[in-house]
């Protein structure tokens, strides 16, 4: 049911997000696509021009939904007080959703031309959101609990034995093909990998996990399961697979994140910085949208 309900909540971001984009660029799409000499006699301009009543908009709505889903996720992740409301990985969720459909609007603001030392700020957040898929990537292969916080290795262990306690005692899986799983997911196999392999290290056990899997699935081709058991049996022995190759990687993934942060943090200072200093001389210049 839990994973049903993040499901939904992932589906709604997504699709809201998706269906702004395509809804934007239907609107504005012969305007952005005409040369910048040609644009000022469109009769788009007035709207859609960085200051125009649109435009503008654009470059409002998308700075404060950066603003909001930035200072939310570091309120709701270091203030203790609100360690209750929702849980952690629900609020990254909607800090990836604001911090992508923002910056999204933000393009649309430049409206496509990108001068003068607000480019800085743009290509600062170009940077921060293409970072922030790879941080994505290694936040999740790091075990964590409900609430965000990092698991032990204890716990880890604890995890691997009871999936090994199942498929043996609950389902019966023949002792041949949980020695194949279990020789599989040693810990002993990630040994070498460093920061250095680690990409092409990944594709290939993504393989032989696989490989594994269709071992598995024929070994259990003999017993006589029903569907339900056989998709029960094959979800587990996914999940040890996963736990395992997160445990033997874990050392690698969380220096990798630490790399991680020293990137996404300064650029988005580099970015909020230049957007306020920008913001500040356009309503210098009088710039004040419909107020
Ligand atoms: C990270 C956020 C932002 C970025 C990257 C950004 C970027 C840009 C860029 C590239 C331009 C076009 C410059 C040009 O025509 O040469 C522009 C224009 C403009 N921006 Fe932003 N902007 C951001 C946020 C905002 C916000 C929050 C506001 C208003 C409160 C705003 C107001 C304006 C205005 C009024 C113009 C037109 C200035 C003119 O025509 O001289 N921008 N912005
Ligand atoms: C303009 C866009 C973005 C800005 C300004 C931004 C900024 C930030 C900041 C300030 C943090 C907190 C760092 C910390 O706690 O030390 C953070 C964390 C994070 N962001 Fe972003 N971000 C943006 C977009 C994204 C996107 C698009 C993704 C993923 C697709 C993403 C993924 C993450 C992840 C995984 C974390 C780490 C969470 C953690 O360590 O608890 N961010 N971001």
Known sequence: MRNFVQRVYLF???????????????????????PL??????????????????????????SLMMIVGVSSYMIRKRVKRFSRLGKLKYWLEFHIFLCTVGPMLVLFHTAFKF?????????????????GFVGRFIYV??????????LGMKDLNQRDENYTKL?????????????????????????????GNLPSYLVKDYFEGRKILREIKLSLVVTDYNHKTYREIIKIAKNKIALNRRIGMLETMRQLFRYWHVFHLPFAIIMFLIMFIHVGVTIAFGYRWIF
């Open 115 to 131: 001068n003068g030392i607000v480019s800085i700020s743009f290509w600062s957040m170009v940077a921060v959101v293409l970072s």
């Open 37 to 62: 000499a040609k644009r000022f006699f469109s009769p788009l301009h007035n709207l859609l021009k960085p200051s125009g009543k649109l435009g503008h908009a654009y470059g409002i709505i998308g």
């Open 141 to 150: 292969r790091i075990p964590r609990t409900i609430q965000g916080q990092e």
């Open 167 to 195: 498929l043996r005692e609950k389902y019966r899986v023949a002792e041949k093909a949980l020695n194949k799983l279990d020789t599989f997911t040693r810990s002993e196999r990630f040994k070498k990998v460093s920061l």
């Open 12 to 34: 709604v971001l997504f699709f809201t997000g998706a269906v702004l984009f395509v809804l934007i660029l239907k609107e504005g799409f012969s305007y952005y696509s005409l």
